[in-house]
């Protein structure tokens, strides 16, 4: 298995442009969800999803859209790029099943300029 | 004032020597409560979970949970220089909800 895997590893936009990160698992889990981490803030929720066509906002939504089309995919879309989006993403999933163990994927560091 | 607090440190410590890691916390629905081990630019790993209140330990790692301190801890035996990573705790609530509040983070060093 590979996990859970996430592409690019790094990504320089302009404010304005838009992007999206992809996320996808291959352990048929159901819950999958989008962080974002800066210093001194720790890990924050972005979006989840809890099974394919249902997705949820967690803390910091707001600039993001989510999508979930299939149970391994999971992509997050900058729709117009802001610096205060600047920070390393993670995408993680998990089963649903109460307390399961989250798996984390290696991050995405997005640069705004 | 945030739902979970943890010192960021950052922390140093000789090898060998036993790690104290903390968070507290303000929301008393927190039912599952996890570590997260953290190396340089990688995603986090899960390294402990506890369900309610109560110790659980795993080699040279033991978790506690004081629900009516609203303060859970991670120790550290035998710390050793693979050791020095950061460090998060994670919490959330009962089997129903999907949300997971993290802590900051702990910065550990351990020095050979």
């Known amino acids: 298995n590979a996990g859970v895997t996430q592409t690019p590893k790094f990504q320089v936009l302009k404010t304005g442009q838009s992007m999206t990160l992809q996320c996808a698992q291959d352990m048929n889990h159901e819950y999958m969800s989008w962080y974002r981490q800066d210093p001194g803030m720790g890990l924050r929720l972005i979006h989840y999803s809890v099974g394919a066509g249902i997705t949820d906002q967690g803390e910091v939504p707001n600039g993001y859209n989510v999508s979930r089309s299939t149970t391994e995919d999971f992509p997050l879309r900058l729709l117009s790029a802001a610096p205060s989006q600047t920070s390393v993403y993670f995408c993680a999933s998990s089963l649903v099943q109460a307390g399961d163990t989250q798996y984390f994927g290696p991050g995405t560091r997005l640069t705004v300029l | 004032q945030k739902e979970v607090e943890q010192d960021p440190g950052p922390l140093s410590v000789p090898e060998g020597a036993i790690v104290s890691l903390n968070c507290t916390y303000s929301?008393?629905?927190?039912?599952?409560f996890m570590w997260y081990r953290q190396y340089s630019r990688k995603g986090p790993e899960l390294l402990m979970y506890?369900?309610?209140?109560g110790n659980k330990e795993d080699g040279r790692f033991t978790a506690q949970v004081d629900k009516s301190s609203k303060y859970i801890s991670l120790f550290i035996r035998d710390s050793q220089p693979s050791d020095s990573a950061t460090y998060l705790c994670a919490m959330k609530g009962t089997s129903g909800t999907y949300k997971y509040i993290f802590g900051t983070g702990t910065r550990l060093k351990v020095l050979a």
């Open positions: 929301n008393s629905a927190f039912q599952y």
């Open positions: 506890t369900y309610s209140s």
